[in-house]
């Protein structure tokens, strides 16, 4: 079982967004997944609700036994955390379970700025496992015809952490497929935005073999 926690402490980053899409599309591809939602606004849980026959397990963690209480969960394939913001508690042991941070950050300076204290949790956390613990940044949010996201991938290389190379562009499919219970998929299985989350699962999947 490989554990995903998709982490920002700072709200509006699109965590819940890519935690969603990114189980989904590994669902999709043939693998068993689970999404966890740890953030007590429930932003995933109200998602999953809002589908009557939601094809993917969501399921509601929001106490700091994240890493004990997956332990208790049936067999599956990958695990997709839902992090919460502004919960230190809730973010370190989300970090404990996970064998991937996946950090989202849109392409502003008061995002980047707002990383610094998950990038301390995370890098403690890769010292304590020798390595063991992999992590890295997703710009999200990119608008396109932009530098921006460039930019952002370049300020960020400061903070010793890898950036991936596939993006999440800012798309108007989002909203609207999250007032259904959906994701892009649904909407459009060979549109744009369905590519970046594929392009984003290939480089996760590579990451963590």
């Known amino acids: ?8 402490q700072k709200g509006g980053s699109g965590k819940t967004t890519i935690a969603t899409h990114l189980a989904r ?14 953030d007590p606004q429930g932003s995933a849980r109200d998602w999953s609700a ?7 397990s969501v399921i509601g963690i929001d106490r700091p036994t994240i890493e004990r209480d997956l332990k208790s969960l049936a067999k599956t394939d990958f695990v997709v955390i839902d992090g919460a913001p502004q919960a230190s508690d809730l973010a370190v042991s989300a970090i404990k379970a996970a064998n991937f941070v996946l950090i989202p950050v849109q392409p502003s300076p008061y995002d980047i700025w707002a990383a610094a204290d998950l990038v301390d949790l995370v890098k403690q956390r890769i010292e304590v496992t020798d390595g063991r613990l992999q992590a890295a940044f997703v710009v999200s949010r990119a608008i396109a015809g932009t530098k921006l996201g460039q930019e952002v991938a ?3 290389a400061g903070y010793g952490l890898p950036v991936l190379t596939s993006r ?23 549109g744009d935005a369905a ?3 594929r392009l984003l699962k290939n480089e996760l999947t590579q990451l963590l073999k």
């Open 25 to 38: 599309v590994l669902q999709l591809d043939g693998a068993s997944v689970v999404l966890v939602d740890s």
């Open 1 to 8: 079982m490989k554990v995903i926690a998709v982490l920002n």
């Open 168 to 190: 999440i562009m800012q798309r108007v499919a989002y909203p609207s497929t999250a007032a259904t219970g959906q994701t892009v998929f649904d909407l459009e299985a060979n």
């Open 195 to 197: 590519a970046d989350f």
């Open 50 to 56: 809002a589908r009557e026959e939601q094809p993917l």
């Open 154 to 156: 370049d300020a960020l």
